[in-house]
């Protein structure tokens, strides 16, 4: 039995860092131009699919750093070809071009790769198995949490330390402002537009490691991604962090007691945040709402 | 001069009088008429009963969107609620038309109504993202319950039924040109309904808020309540259109309650053009025509579709008949 929780605990948590990975690049976006990126489980998507092609010349190493990377440039191109359009205009522009852009994403990822699922290889010693004990935490499922850790803990470094970070930091607040002091605040949106689409290139590849790739795996972690936003609240992306570690954990705990009802715990947990608290955990009154 | 002025403001309001009761004219006309000139354009009767119920349920979003300003992008919820609801009824509890769209607008409807009493203080990009998680909600209900709403397969084995009225019994399940005229008829009471509460003084203060939500609450309008109300009456239309979809189809799957249907709405009321009243209609037939061609055409017709978002958020963003209007008066 205690086995059984623990390894649904850690499934909780693996998913959890994945909605977090997620839900953080939809969130940058979110706070600092107003636009909520459905086609972001797109962009997971391809970069999983990007990181499949290149493993044949690059090994899975390559792979994992290369095609983050090449999704954030596909991912600028767009922001600078179509998003940049509907920046400042009714949210309603926003959320139908994104949209528009996950179905293209989505039957464009079919047509290029094929409607089958396909494999993405992971180096044999991750597949492992660490001990017998707990037969679950394999040395791959160690790695992604690590490599979550590791990325968030930089990202908000680089929100907190560096001159951009704050710049970002200060337009979530107050973009107007921002731009009056002479910053750069289109240069500012498309940076901040690459990093978000860099996090969703690299959930995608490590999602294919685990998961397998599939045209469709976007739009399934597209929603949980939502909520941990909406749990955690609008405009704190250390709430937003919270939210897909909660919403992960309650998701795998539940499947003790009742897997069916897993998926549906999260809205449960949304709809009583929504109704105690409806700024979020860790939202502030106000934020864009 | 003034009096000159006047006369001239007179027959100016007489004719543009005449010009809006010959578009209405044109419009009934062309419905009311629509399986006799469809099949000539290659159209035949059930694409035209899926054009009024699917523009009846972009009309309802747009009830919200243009008119009050919301943005509800989760509103297939209360269509696929209105759908199961009228299926459900069918199958289990009665073999009456009647009684099934009854059950589904009002399941539709009041959950629609308890929900939005949740959120009606929210705005712009967070309403729109926890209307679209409410949808989602009842997708997984719809999706999961599968001893009741047959899961995935969708809920099938339930037909409508003749309607009853009393002297004879119109067959509509056989008869399609039937169902059309009483889809039309349906479809006719709705829209009435609409345009009267848009004339009212309750429709203008929609209309107030949305032109200043600031504006109008410091006039003293409960903006908040009002908006509820839109929302509410906005989800028993919609839940009533689904209902009309189920006995349309004789068939309700998850997939109707589904974000990516909410995004179709939306995309119907913005492409026909969302300030107008009938902009919806317009956009809901051109949106199924072209999804009933491309999808004939290649199994990847969600690729066109979703180029067509694009195409009408970079350069329809007022819609085909605000388009239109903007070129005949330049």
């Known amino acids: 039995m205690i086995q059984l929780i623990l390894f649904n605990v850690t499934n909780g948590l693996i998913i959890g860092a994945f909605y977090v990975l997620m839900a953080l690049g939809l969130s940058l976006i979110l706070n600092l131009s107003n636009v909520i990126n459905f086609a972001h489980g797109g962009f997971l998507v391809v970069g999983g699919y990007i990181a499949y092609t290149l493993e044949p010349y690059l090994g899975f190493w390559g792979a994992l750093v290369a095609s983050p990377?090449?999704?954030a440039i596909l991912g600028l191109a767009i922001e600078r070809v179509l998003i940049r359009r509907v920046y400042g205009r009714d949210p309603l522009y926003s959320l139908l071009l994104t949209f528009g852009l996950a179905f293209v994403f989505e039957d464009?990822?079919?047509?290029?790769?094929?409607?089958?699922?396909?494999?993405?290889?992971?180096?044999?010693?991750?597949?492992?198995?660490?001990?017998?004990?707990?037969?679950?935490?394999t040395g791959y499922r160690l790695f992604m949490v690590a490599v979550v850790a590791v990325v968030v803990t930089g990202l908000f470094l680089l929100l907190r330390h560096t001159r951009m970070g704050i710049r970002i930091r200060a337009g979530t607040l107050d973009l107007d402002t921002v731009s009056a002091l002479g910053v750069n605040v289109r240069a500012l949106r498309s940076l901040n537009f690459g990093v978000g689409i860099f996090l969703a290139g690299l959930s995608g590849v490590l999602a294919g490691g685990q998961l397998g790739l599939e045209p469709t795996m976007g739009a399934?972690?597209?929603?949980?991604?939502?909520?941990?936003?909406?749990?955690?609240?609008?405009?704190?992306?250390?709430?937003?962090?919270?939210?897909?570690?909660?919403?992960?954990?309650?998701?795998?705990?539940?499947?003790?007691?009742?897997?069916?009802?897993?998926?549906?715990?999260?809205?449960?947990?949304?709809?009583?945040v929504l109704l105690v608290r409806p700024r979020g955990l860790l939202g502030e009154e106000g934020m864009l709402t | 001069m003034s009096v000159a002025a006047g006369k001239v403001a007179t027959v100016d309001a007489d004719r543009e009088r005449t010009r809006k009761l010959a578009i209405l004219a044109a419009i009934w006309g062309a419905l009311a008429l629509a399986p006799f000139?469809?099949?000539?354009?290659?159209?035949?009767?059930?694409?035209?009963?899926?054009?009024?119920?699917?523009?009846?349920?972009?009309?309802?979003?747009n009830f919200l969107l243009g008119f009050t300003g919301v943005l509800s992008f989760g509103h297939a919820a209360w269509f696929g609620l209105g759908a199961y609801g009228c299926g459900l009824v069918l199958r289990y509890v009665a073999h009456s038309t009647s009684l099934g769209i009854l059950a589904g607008t009002v399941l539709g409807g009041i959950l629609g109504a308890i929900l939005g009493a949740l959120i009606v203080r929210r705005r712009g990009v967070y309403f729109a993202m926890v209307t679209i998680a409410y949808g989602q909600v009842f997708y997984y209900i719809a999706f999961q319950w599968s001893s009741l709403t047959g899961g995935d397969d969708g809920l099938r084995d339930f037909q409508r039924a003749p309607l009853d009225l009393g002297v004879t019994s119109v067959d509509i399940l056989y008869n399609s040109t039937a169902f059309y005229y009483f889809v039309l008829i349906c479809f006719a009471l709705v829209v009435v309904i609409m345009g009267f509460i848009l004339r009212s003084p309750f429709g203008r203060t929609m209309?107030?808020?949305?032109?200043?939500?600031?504006?109008?609450?410091?006039?003293?309008?409960?903006?908040?309540?009002?908006i509820w109300?839109?929302?509410?009456?906005?989800?028993?239309?919609?839940?009533?259109?689904?209902?009309?979809?189920?006995?349309l189809n004789n068939f309700a799957d998850p997939l109707g309650l589904h974000y990516s249907q909410s995004g179709n709405f939306v995309i119907m009321a913005?492409?026909?053009?969302?300030?107008?009243?009938?902009?919806?209609?317009?956009?809901?037939?051109?949106?199924?025509?072209?999804?009933?061609?491309?999808?004939?055409?290649?199994?990847?017709?969600?690729?066109?579709?979703?180029?067509?978002?694009?195409?009408?958020?970079?350069?329809?963003?007022?819609?085909?008949?605000?388009?239109?209007?903007?070129?005949g008066q330049a």
């Not at chain 1, 699922?117 to 492992?128: D, E, I, N, R, S």
């Not at chain 1, 709430?239 to 795998?252: K, S, Y």
């Not at chain 2, 099949?39 to 009309?59: S, W």
């Open chain 2, 270 to 327: 913005v492409l026909g053009g969302m300030r107008k009243f009938w902009g919806p209609l317009l956009g809901a037939a051109v949106f199924v025509v072209l999804q009933d061609y491309v999808s004939s055409m290649t199994v990847n017709w969600q690729f066109f579709i979703g180029l067509l978002f694009v195409a009408v958020v970079l350069f329809f963003p007022r819609g085909l008949l605000g388009f239109f209007q903007q070129r």
């Open chain 1, 220 to 272: 399934g972690l597209l929603m949980p991604s939502f909520i941990a936003i909406i749990v955690g609240g609008v405009g704190s992306l250390i709430g937003t962090l919270v939210g897909g570690l909660l919403i992960g954990v309650a998701a795998g705990l539940t499947a003790v007691v009742m897997p069916q009802a897993s998926e549906a715990v999260i809205y449960v947990m949304m709809a009583i």
């Open chain 2, 37 to 61: 000139w469809m099949p000539y354009l290659g159209g035949y009767t059930a694409l035209g009963t899926r054009v009024l119920v699917l523009g009846l349920g972009a009309m309802s979003v």
């Open chain 1, 108 to 137: 464009g990822t079919r047509y290029i790769w094929g409607a089958q699922g396909k494999p993405f290889t992971v180096p044999a010693f991750l597949t492992q198995p660490l001990s017998n004990e707990l037969f679950f935490i």
């Open chain 2, 229 to 247: 109300i839109a929302f509410t009456l906005s989800c028993f239309f919609m839940a009533f259109a689904g209902s009309l979809y189920a006995l």
């Open chain 1, 69 to 71: 990377f090449l999704t």
């Open chain 2, 207 to 226: 209309i107030a808020i949305r032109e200043n939500e600031r504006r109008a609450r410091f006039l003293g309008i409960p903006v908040d309540f009002h």
